[in-house]
């Protein structure tokens, strides 16, 4: 789990409160139970014998828990052995020996050792937290040590382009459609998958970045003010992109104003001969596009103001893909073709097109790169089946357009039934109760069955099925997501469309 939140004790901090009402319940019955059988041991005629067959039921007890544990749940992200992770795994085993050790001395008897063994397993959460906490002062001379690396050795690339894309949503794909359209001219290196912290990215420049690029794409993530900032003084891009401001991450951003003063750094960052590109459909970002003073690029498929540098229209939308003509104000003209779901795709596109224009491309370049654009993992990516089944992937840190846009593209597709496999949306801070109980009032206009994860979680969702007078019949409710597939097996036939929406991390697992 700690690897999970970022190796961040504030967040592992919350990850714990989130979950420690059931841990510390199911602690309090182990020891419960440990004190009732070291009692039986003490008023039993041999004593000695008991104690040692206490000591080996409670070893065994333990083992069969941990082997029950790893069998019930899957990690859906497993634990991957960085050094990081080895050096705080070492810190962890070094303070759990210490207490383990203290508990030994000062212990009367075997039972009594036993005894402040178990109560040991309700520290186990903390122990890791101290371990943090006394290993953060190493971690960050090591991070400032590969930083400053990184910074050298990019800005002694004079040459090289760099593009910074930033935004609540969409900032994934975009990266994605950029590097494929770029890559019709220059040689292009993106970050990979969702590398968008500060170590991620380090990684990327020390390790893969060299002067026979032309173009680096860095996608730039954010919890907390200042994030993008410090980015910015890694990679000092010459380009930004604002693909959207909206309710993401409020549980450490508190305010959508916090997200807009944070993802705006990135524009702040750019030099005077810099371009800024936004998003014109998105009211924050129309808004700080139109008080920034560098050259700016604002894209859109709904606005029609005279600002508006480049527009889709004729948007056509179906399950071989999309179709749009793209029309800029210079008079530049053109319909490109692909194979990718969804309309706001249109969107992250015009971003990406802006861009390669604005870096000399040709309408007829810009046309073959989005049509060999693939479809980005975990978002609305159509799976390969061979049942007559369409399957859409959007599993990927699902928010309120996106999910919005993932159920009204299911929507067009009328052959068969319509079946949604989501566990909601989270990260949403004091809105995500109302947000995900929206979320359910769209989906009972286009969903026929709805295969909800998590019996707490579900609940505002449901609220907003009923809202939308969603027959109470096909609302499944699951435990896990093994189950939901179980439970999808049985009601699903040729035809039908499944769209997995957001599949949460085993740190939002309900324990």
């Known amino acids: 789990m700690a690897q999970l939140e970022g190796y961040k004790q504030g967040q592992y901090w919350r990850w714990l409160k989130r979950n420690i009402n059931i841990s510390f319940f199911r602690e309090f019955i182990i020891l419960v139970l440990t004190a009732s059988l070291a009692a039986v041991c003490y008023l039993t005629k041999y004593r000695i014998v008991w104690i040692y067959i206490y000591f080996l039921i409670w070893c065994g007890a ?49 039972v009594t050792f036993v005894l402040l063994l178990t109560f040991l397993r309700f520290l186990l959460p ?13 971690e960050m001379l090591i991070h400032y040590r590969y930083f400053r690396q990184a910074q050298m050795k990019i800005s002694g690339m004079k040459d090289l382009k760099v593009i910074g894309i930033t935004g609540s949503y969409g900032k994934t794909s975009t990266k994605y459609f950029l590097h ?14 969702s590398y968008n912290t500060p170590m991620g990215i380090t990684k990327v420049i020390r390790e893969q970045l060299n002067k ?22 890694l990679v000092n891009p010459a380009i930004g992109i604002l693909t959207s401001i ?33 998003n014109g459909d998105n009211s924050y970002c129309l808004s700080l596009a139109r008080k920034t003073g560098i050259e700016t690029l604002i894209y859109s498929i709904k606005n029609d103001d005279e600002d508006v540098y480049i527009r889709a229209e004729d948007i056509v939308s179906s399950r071989e893909g999309l179709r749009f003509k793209v029309r800029t104000q210079d008079g530049i003209d053109f319909e490109c073709r692909t ?48 049942n007559g089944v369409m399957v859409i992937d959007d599993a990927f840190n699902s928010n309120p357009v996106g999910a919005r846009d993932a159920l009204e593209t299911i929507k067009e597709f009328t052959d068969g039934d319509r079946i949604i496999v989501t566990p909601g949306m989270v990260e949403l801070g004091s809105i995500e109760y109302e947000e995900n109980r929206k979320f359910g009032k769209i989906m009972a ?56 929406e957001n599949d949460l991390p085993d740190n939002y697992d309900e324990m």
């Not at 990081?84 to 050790?101: C, E, G, H, T, Y």
């Not at 494929?180 to 998958?193: D, R």
């Not at 549980?251 to 990135?266: C, D, G, M, Q, S």
């Open 62 to 110: 333990n083992a069969y828990l941990v082997i029950k544990l790893k069998d019930k749940t899957e990690s859906k992200k497993p634990l991957v052995f960085t050094h990081r992770a080895i050096r705080l795994l070492a810190a962890n085993v070094f303070f759990l020996a210490l207490w383990s050790l203290l508990s030994y001395i000062y212990a009367e008897n075997i």
């Open 126 to 138: 903390f122990n890791m937290l101290v371990s943090m906490t006394v290993i953060y002062p190493l």
């Open 180 to 193: 494929t359209i770029l890559s019709e001219k220059y040689n292009t290196l993106m970050t990979p998958e």
């Open 212 to 233: 026979d690029y032309d173009v680096f794409i860095c996608e730039m993530g954010a919890r907390n003010i200042g994030d993008i900032k410090l980015l910015c003084r």
């Open 246 to 278: 909206g309710p993401q991450h409020l549980e450490t951003f508190k305010t959508i104003e916090n997200v807009a003063k944070t993802k705006y750094e990135l524009i702040q960052a750019l030099p005077y001969y810099g371009t800024a590109v936004f």
């Open 339 to 386: 194979k990718l779901l969804g309309k706001h795709n249109v969107s992250n596109m015009l971003a990406a097109i802006s861009t390669a224009l604005r870096l000399g491309l040709s309408p007829d370049e810009i046309k073959r790169g989005i049509s060999n654009i693939k479809p980005v993992p975990h978002r609305l990516q159509i799976l390969d089946t061979n």
């Open 445 to 500: 206009e286009c969903c026929d069955y709805a295969i909800l994860v998590g019996v707490k979680r579900s609940k505002p969702i449901i609220k907003g099925l009923k809202q939308g007078n969603f027959p109470e019949d096909r609302i499944i409710i699951t435990t896990s997501l093994n189950e939901a597939s179980s439970k999808l097996g049985s009601i699903v036939k040729p035809g039908d469309t499944v769209l997995f």
